[in-house]
């Protein structure tokens, strides 16, 4: 069994930064592809980007490719979310999420584990 735990979000102004970390206990001896999510109010949980388990491979989604950078720190078994030029419309929930294997995905139905999420707001 995995735990993450997100931490990073808050309130920002529109064409600032926030990193997102996403911390992993138990269970890490296993290989984990992981993965970040955000959900807005009203609207279904998306994918944001991914990486694999060497940090060798990434994806992301359209809207957030160019501004976001995902990155990982497997010794201290932590994910990070690097966001710049935020726009009010990445104004969500942002969850990260790990896959019980080397390889990334982008359907959240392919993680195993989740977060509860932190909060990003950002104003116009």
């Known amino acids: 069994q995995v735990q993450l735990a997100e931490s990073g979000g808050g309130l920002v102004q529109a064409g600032g930064s926030l990193r997102l970390s996403c911390a992993a206990s138990g269970g890490t001896s296993s290989r984990y592809a992981m993965g970040w999510f955000r959900q807005a109010p009203g609207k279904e949980r998306e994918f944001v980007a991914a990486?694999?388990?060497?940090?060798?491979?990434?994806a992301y989604s359209d809207s957030v490719k160019g501004r976001f950078t995902i990155s990982r720190d497997n010794a201290k078994k932590t994910v990070y979310l690097q966001m710049n030029s935020l726009k009010p419309e990445d104004t969500a929930d942002y969850y990260c999420?790990?896959?019980?294997?080397?390889?990334?995905?982008?359907?959240?139905?392919?993680?195993?584990?989740w977060g509860q999420g932190t909060q990003v707001t950002v104003s116009s």
């Open positions: 990486i694999s388990w060497s940090g060798g491979s990434t």
């Open positions: 999420a790990a896959r019980r294997t080397s390889y990334y995905a982008t359907v959240r139905g392919d993680y195993d584990y």
